[in-house]
């Protein structure tokens, strides 16, 4: 009994022998590999459950002969897609089948990642020193002097050494199960094929990550007899490759993983979802200002609010049962630099959502007075921290300056954060774009987890208003 | 015990051993020699078996490479006369699994929530059903994974951050082969490196859902908005041929509903779709309604799933032999043929009397709503064309309005590439008589403004306001 297909319909559509044998060359080492593969999966009795992942190189056609779920990955990926099999079905048994080109080179930061990750998949790695499918170029595993058809002289000191994988993989945290075995003997088939089974068993078990490096003959690309290449794996592989188990451990924990959530409810509750009225204030829309869209931009350093003020303004606006936007600047810088925000509030729907040339600015500090301010348009208005600005840069005749100290105002209130509220307050007062209660309902929104400090963001707002009420032009 | 090791013995069929030799390597008793005769079948020189003093040890079976080569089997007279359909009395059958359709969840929906253009992505995938999600990190579309990794846990979803691109996209192609739907936010140089995994989705035949969020380039660019990832994702899907389809929101709204267009779509074709934002549709917050439903997804029966009902099913792009690989080419072309005339999506905006038309996708297209609305108000004839599929490009409803139109302008945050699309599709469509077509572009991590589009459209020949 084994896990192979009664005949290989892929290969040649089964026809004449191909039904019935593998495109190996004779001696190849991948038979001897997929038939300890193949027996591993019946005697566990996880033929139902096994996805085998099929690599690029000479077995890239493993899924011509495993009758299990077969998947064929692009050169290298095998282990990212192990892993995407694995977590869509935590109940299969994922197995990666990879040569030293696919594992050792091309798809190192994959096997590498997968390793560490630790998730529980099986890996079978077939190391034959040598590229087969594209006819014999140096592998990873290539030995020193060893010449190839990209070798012709020999590997030498300007082409590295051989890659050591199941030593590399072993030091690593996460796997499990690392172990070398060969094929050249009886003894090392044996122990070949009870590497295998346990690399599969530790995956039943949801223990974690396995890797079995299986040193291969390569008859055809070494220019050997089947035999003279057992012999040459045994006596020139394995000075540098030593078989044994190179880790095996207990796991730290045991894999277990849900089903996934489809209740409603849990859903949208994660993502915020509201059936709550909320009380609207204002007549109609803002008109006085514009008859259709309000643009506004604040801006600030990172750090000033602007961003969280600008959210302010557009929930309030929707609140109100109109459209909006914000888009913030964004970018490296994004922590500590310069932070301006756009918004824009429409009766019916927000088009353009940048703001060049406002109506409103709301600056929080010099720079940002120098560089806006000469942008807002006709009859705009400009509401400005006299904390820290301390000149205009030529403006439109029309546009109107509200100067408010917002940073003394917060420092005065024991908590230089609320800058922006105090803002929010000059903004009201200023323009009467929103009525004080809807901005202060958006407030109480944003601060549903930390009611505490709505007292004091109401005081903030309070105060905001009564300096944009004093307030004189610079 | 008629099977007892006792009464097994080796035995061959010659037309099933290649010669390699290993079991006359293995055999501690010399049974096994290599044969003389060329076997005309293979070509190959078989080994002959002596089993005088066979102790039934099974090692030269242990040795054989090949599947039905060198096995224990009843002792008869004939060594060689055993085919390999018998090998162990069983036939494997396996019961096939009916494909489980998904299911609509009626949800209340609501008020509408104030949400990022990314966020609105991902609230639409978890909606769609989507429970896994691999990405890595790259702005301007890293919010949309971060919403991910917070809310799949919650719903024992899977959020797993690749090593990279590249690694990413091969995570998908294992979650969407096993059936699932799945999806991934990146950008620009991102999409770069997920183009070989997409040709192999394609190929494969794997549904997922990709968004790229498009940013200033070529190269590391930067990480402003930019539409220059159009010729990729209508032309230059990997290698091979390649197509999918490919959406273009404009809203945050859009951004949920055509990403839970997207999930009903890839399952239809078996086939990835594509979401294209732009750096500011990713990074804008605005009002977004939720459905009335969600999904709860089903199981396709072509998955590679790893249960019995799934054993059977391959997920695969090779084919090696050229008629099979020209079949499954033809089969997918008859697909694209379907995505073309089923799937081509666009809006008009004051196109019913319009004599200049701006065509514009993404972002750019609501810059060139603003001006279509103050252009209108100065009494200009003008409309807007937003194709919502950018592949296949709504050349049908873009042809309708050809004959009133006196002039095209496309405005687009990239040099051309969508009047390219234009052009090649009307082209295609047999439209010769086509009006002027001029353009606003901007580039580099600009996009065209309101005011620029006005200026051009005050300045063309003919236009009075």
């Not at chain 1, 350093?301 to 557009?314: F, M, R, Y």
């Not at chain 2, 396996?94 to 966020?119: D, E, H, Q, V």
Request: aromatic share 6%; proline share 7%; hydrophobic share 40%.
């Amino acid at each position: 009994m084994s896990a192979f297909y009664n005949t290989f319909e892929r290969h040649s559509h089964g026809e004449g022998l191909k039904g019935h044998s593998t495109h190996y060359c004779p001696g190849c080492g991948h038979g001897l590999a997929h038939k300890f593969l193949a027996e591993s999966i019946d005697e566990l009795g996880i033929q139902d459950r096994t996805i085998a992942i099929s690599p690029v190189g000479c077995s890239v056609f493993l899924y011509y002969y495993m009758d299990v779920g077969n998947s064929q990955a692009a050169h290298g990926r095998a282990p990212a897609v192990a892993i995407g099999h694995k977590m869509a079905n935590p109940n299969s048994i994922v197995v990666s089948y990879q040569g030293d080109g696919d594992l050792a080179s091309i798809g190192l930061a994959e096997i590498i990642s997968a390793a560490q990750m630790g998730l529980p998949i099986s890996v079978i790695f077939v190391n034959n020193a040598i590229y087969g499918m594209t006819g014999g170029q140096m592998a990873p595993t290539t030995l020193k002097g060893m010449k190839t058809m990209t070798s012709p002289y020999g590997r030498n000191e300007n082409m590295g050494s051989p890659l050591k994988m199941a030593e590399l993989i072993a030091q690593m945290d996460s796997p499990i199960y690392v172990e070398r075995v060969a094929l050249f003997d009886s003894k090392q088939r044996i122990r070949a094929k009870k590497a295998i089974k346990k690399a599969l068993q530790i995956q039943v078990e949801n223990k974690g990550f396995s890797f079995v490096e299986v040193l291969a003959e390569c008859p055809t690309h070494l220019h050997l007899s089947p035999t003279e290449a057992q012999d040459w794996v045994k006596n020139s592989m394995l000075p540098v490759f030593p078989l044994g188990v190179k880790k095996d451990v207990e796991p730290t924990h045991i894999f277990s993983f849900e089903k996934p959530s489809f209740e409603s409810g849990k859903l949208l509750a994660l993502i915020g979802a509201t059936a709550e009225d909320v009380p609207k204030f204002a007549n109609s829309f803002p008109k006085h200002i514009d008859p259709l869209d309000i643009s506004l931009k604040l801006a600030g350093s990172g750090g000033d609010g602007a961003q969280t003020a600008a959210l302010l303004i557009t929930r309030t606006a929707i609140n109100e049962g109109f459209d909006s936007t914000h888009i913030p600047s964004y970018g490296p810088e994004s922590r500590g630099g310069t932070s301006y925000a756009d918004v824009h509030i429409a009766e019916m729907e927000v088009l353009s959502p940048s703001a060049p040339d406002p109506h409103i600015l709301i600056a929080f500090n010099q720079p940002s007075m120098d560089k806006f301010a000469p942008k807002v348009r006709e009859n705009g208005i400009i509401i400005g921290d006299s904390t820290v600005i301390h000149s205009m840069p030529a403006i439109d005749p029309t546009v109107k300056v509200v100067m408010v100290p917002m940073s003394a105002i917060a420092t005065e209130l024991g908590k230089i954060m609320v800058k922006n509220v105090v803002a929010l307050g000059a903004l009201q007062a200023a323009t009467g774009l929103f009525p004080e209660q809807s901005f202060l309902t958006a407030i109480q929104q944003g601060l549903k987890d930390k009611k505490e400090l709505f007292p004091l963001n109401v005081e903030a707002f309070h105060r905001g208003m009564e300096a944009a009420l004093k307030s004189e032009k610079i | 015990m008629p099977n007892s090791r006792e009464n097994l013995l080796p035995a061959v069929d010659p037309a099933y051993c290649k010669g390699c030799a290993r079991c006359i390597d293995a055999c501690l008793h010399n049974c096994i020699e290599m044969g003389n005769e060329i076997n005309p079948l293979t070509g190959l020189t078989p080994v002959i078996l002596h089993l005088e003093d066979c102790t039934h040890c099974g090692l030269c079976v242990t040795a054989c490479p090949e599947p039905y080569g060198l096995h224990m089997d009843s002792i008869t007279d004939d060594y060689s006369a055993v085919r390999p359909e018998t090998f162990d009395g069983v036939v494997k059958t396996r019961p096939k699994a009916a494909s489980i359709p998904s299911t609509k969840i009626p949800i209340n929906p609501g008020k509408p929530i104030l949400i990022k253009g990314t966020y609105a992505s991902s609230i639409g995938a978890v909606l769609a059903g989507c429970r896994h999600f691999y990405g890595y990190p790259i702005t301007p579309s890293t919010e949309g994974a971060e919403l991910m990794a917070k809310l799949l846990p919650n719903l024992d979803g899977i959020f797993i951050q690749a090593v990279s691109e590249v690694a990413a996209i091969n995570m998908l192609y294992g979650t969407g082969g096993a059936g699932l739907p799945c999806m991934t936010f990146t950008s620009s140089p991102g999409f770069s490196l997920m183009l070989e995994g997409i040709s192999y989705m394609i190929g494969s035949e794997v549904p997922s859902v990709i968004v790229n969020i498009m940013r200033g380039g070529p190269g590391l660019g930067n990480i402003a908005p930019e539409q220059s990832d159009l010729k990729l994702v209508c032309h230059g899907l990997g290698h091979g041929n390649t197509q999918c389809v490919v959406l273009a929101p404009a809203t945050p709204q859009e951004m949920l509903d055509l990403t839970m267009l997207a999930f009903e779509l890839t399952f239809k074709y078996r086939n990835p779709v594509i979401i294209i934002g732009d750096g500011y549709l990713g990074q804008i917050t605005g009002k977004v309604s939720l459905p009335d439903y969600m999904i709860q997804p089903g199981l396709p029966d072509w998955a590679v799933y790893g249960d019995a009902g799934h054993r059977g099913n391959l997920i695969a792009s090779i084919d090696i032999t050229e008629p099979d690989l020209e079949a499954r080419n033809i089969r997918l072309n008859h697909k694209y043929d379907t995505m073309i005339k089923a799937e081509q999506r666009s809006d008009s905006f004051f196109c019913e009397d319009a004599e200049i038309l701006l065509v514009a996708m993404n972002t750019p297209a609501q810059m060139a709503k603003g001006a279509v609305q103050q252009l209108r108000s100065e009494g200009i004839k003008v409309g807007l064309f937003r194709p919502i599929t950018a592949w296949p490009f709504p050349v049908d409803a873009l042809s309708k309005l050809i004959p009133q139109i006196r002039q095209i302008v496309v405005v687009e945050a990239s040099n051309g590439q969508l009047e390219d699309e234009i052009r090649l599709s009307l082209s295609k469509a047999g439209v010769t008589q086509l009006p002027p077509i001029s353009f606003v572009r901007r580039f580099g991590g600009i996009l065209p403004q309101t005011h620029e589009i006005v200026e051009k459209i005050h300045a063309l020949e003919g236009v009075v306001a």
